[in-house]
């Protein structure tokens, strides 16, 4: 307003740029048109130039006339500084000032936004490392499951974990009161699908829906946020989160976070499932190769044994933690060492060995033999890495063989016995009657010469002793014909006792009974006492005047049990495998031919038992003989 012979315009203007007050005037459209000096300094203290200011004023709404608002100045309004805007018609006034409860304000809201961003970046660090270090799906979803709730306090949330093939569902955990039936089946948000580039001809069909919102999960919610878990192009689940009533959170936050949280989950989730398929398939052939009815032996390259089986571990004595780390030689006898070091080598140069049969050391001293087919192990580089044995024992075929062989050479001896005996039984039996005939008259002749006479009766032992040997030839070849009868074992003990009084007598040792009640058992009575005769007969043989012969009788089970025990020298070790040989005898030459305990092996088999022999030298030696007893 202009008043009668007041100041002029320029005069206003100096008034203006005096005022200490930092001061500017904008147009209707807030352009700023001019600023005093103060304003300048102002924007100086703040480091603030003329167009952050325009540009602050360019986004302000125009006050109405007559009317006044406060514009922050700075970034975000974090400075305080204040732009108090004056309308007045179409000039607009503009007062700067410092605000400090402003600024205070402000850079509390931004602490705390700092101080959340640095707390949720901590919590997805934490949780990194977390489902980084677990060792199965169980493992990763309680740890996510403490990190959501950690991050997100007070919300429900829902994780499933599905199959990415079949989209089953493998885990779920639930924090809240879950729907009926709502867990399935899995809804995925539209828009995140697409951002995701997850393909939906590849989610499996009835098991993962695709909707413009996801449904509700929990009782009581009112709205929620969603997050599919996808790694590699592949589903492995989703994350749902939901608020109940009356909840203030900021959701579009909670939603950027929770796909950040769930891009980390996906790929943990997929590593997890690698590390239970690996594990799965390990322990699979771990244990196919444990306990596979197959010897498998496996040995490094450093022959260091790697693999041992249960079918080893039975058949040795050894067990695995014995073996397992030590040279694969050890298993092995010293005379079996080079022929193994070839076949290692082959399998070195890649080539396989088929049907090597060896021997095995067991644990209780003993040797099993075994044939093994060996291959090379190699590496995933091509390399390789040991060699590995897959066989079976041969232990019962070669007793088998050898019990052939036994069978054959019994054979071969019965023709031979069958052929020659009568030969040899004629002439032999005419020298023995005439030889006989000789010594008696030689007997009764008066003045004959002794020398003669001992000459005669040497040649008529002789005889007896060729004829008692083609005797047992033909006992061998053609043994007693008679039929099987119920015959009671104790009698046929005592019988066969009976029949060697005179070797008991002439051994001077003597007879010890110990017998159990059996009950009776189908039998060829004179075999059986042929057996036993020949059992005692030995056991005399085997001890000096004053030992003693010890029978006994008893019944184990289905079998009848009879033991000849004496206590004289004993066997050696090294003829206690050959005993039962044909023609193997450790008697003096002259007093046995060593086919009794053929025979008597024959025919305690012919009845369906076994015989069997323990003995230690200067201890003994025990006979067994086990019989099937009548069936009722």
Request: proline share 4%; with cysteine.
């Amino acid at each position: 307003m202009r008043l009668p012979d007041g100041p002029g315009p320029e005069a206003f203007q100096a008034f203006f740029e005096a005022l200490d007050a930092p001061a500017a005037v904008c147009d209707a459209s807030l352009r700023l048109v001019t600023a005093n000096d103060a304003f300048h300094r102002f924007c100086l203290d703040h480091q603030f130039s003329l167009e952050d200011v325009t540009r602050t004023l360019a986004g302000a709404c125009v006050p109405a006339d007559g009317a006044s608002c406060d514009v922050a100045l700075g970034l975000a309004g974090l400075s305080g500084a204040v732009l108090t805007l004056s309308r007045r018609g179409d000039v607009v006034a503009v007062r700067a000032r410092n605000d400090p409860e402003l600024a205070r304000n402000r850079l509390v809201v931004a602490e705390k936004a700092l101080l959340e961003q640095a707390r949720t970046e901590g919590v997805l660090l934490d949780l990194g490392r977390s489902v980084a270090e677990v060792g199965g799906e169980e493992e990763l979803v309680a740890a996510v499951a403490r990190g959501v709730k950690e991050l997100f306090p007070g919300r429900s949330f829902c994780i499933r974990i599905t199959d990415s093939r079949t989209g089953g569902l493998t885990s779920l955990y639930a924090e809240g009161r879950l729907k009926e039936g709502a867990h399935e089946p899995l809804v995925l948000l539209q828009r995140a699908v697409e951002k995701l580039n997850l393909g939906r001809a590849a989610l499996p069909q009835g098991r993962v829906a695709v909707l413009g919102e996801v449904p509700l999960l929990f009782v009581g919610s009112t709205h929620g946020v969603s997050a599919p878990l996808v790694a590699s192009g592949q589903l492995f689940g989703a994350i749902n989160m939901e608020y109940p009533e009356g909840f203030e959170a900021d959701v579009q936050h909670d939603e950027r976070v929770l796909l950040q949280l769930a891009s980390q989950v996906a790929v943990a989730v997929k590593n997890a499932k690698l590390i239970d398929e690996l594990t799965f398939v390990r322990k699979y052939l771990e244990d196919l190769l444990e306990k596979a009815n197959a010897l498998i032996l496996v040995a490094n390259r450093d022959k260091q044994v790697v693999v041992f089986n249960q079918a080893l571990s039975a058949l040795t004595g050894f067990r695995k933690e014995d073996v397992l780390g030590k040279d694969i030689f050890w298993l092995v006898p010293e005379s079996e060492h080079l022929r193994l070091s070839q076949v290692i080598a082959a399998a070195i140069r890649g080539e396989s060995v088929n049907s090597f049969e060896t021997r095995l050391l067991a644990r209780d001293g003993g040797e099993v033999r075994v044939s093994f087919a060996t291959s090379s192990m190699l590496a995933h580089h091509g390399e390789v890495e040991g060699v590995i044995a897959i066989g079976q024992d041969i232990t019962v075929v070669k007793e088998l063989e050898k019990r052939i062989i036994h069978a054959e050479k019994l054979a071969s001896i019965g023709q031979l016995a069958a052929s020659v005996v009568h030969e040899i039984n004629n002439p032999m039996t005419a020298v023995a009657t005439y030889a006989d005939a000789l010594l008696q008259r030689s007997r009764t002749t008066p003045g004959a010469n002794p020398a003669d006479q001992e000459k005669l009766r040497k040649i008529l032992e002789s005889s007896h002793r060729i004829l008692r040997f083609t005797r047992d030839l033909v006992s061998y070849a053609r043994p007693a014909q008679d039929k099987p009868e119920r015959v009671q074992l104790n009698a046929v003990v005592d019988m066969a006792v009976g029949f060697c009084e005179h070797v008991v007598a002439q051994a001077r040792v003597s007879v010890h009974r110990e017998y159990m009640e059996l009950p009776p058992l189908s039998a060829v009575r004179a075999n059986l006492v042929q057996v036993f005769v020949n059992l005692i007969t030995n056991a005399c043989h085997a001890m000096q005047p004053g030992g003693a012969v010890y029978l006994s009788t008893r019944r184990d089970g289905q079998e009848a049990v009879v033991t000849v025990r004496d206590t004289g020298t004993g066997i050696d070790p090294r003829h206690l495998q050959r005993i039962f040989e044909p023609f193997f005898t450790t008697k003096p030459e002259g007093r046995g031919t060593g086919l009794g305990l053929s025979i008597c092996q024959g025919i305690v088999e012919n009845h369906g038992g076994r015989l069997t022999v323990e003995s230690a030298v200067g201890a003994g030696t025990t006979f067994t003989v086990r019989l099937p007893l009548s069936v009722e």
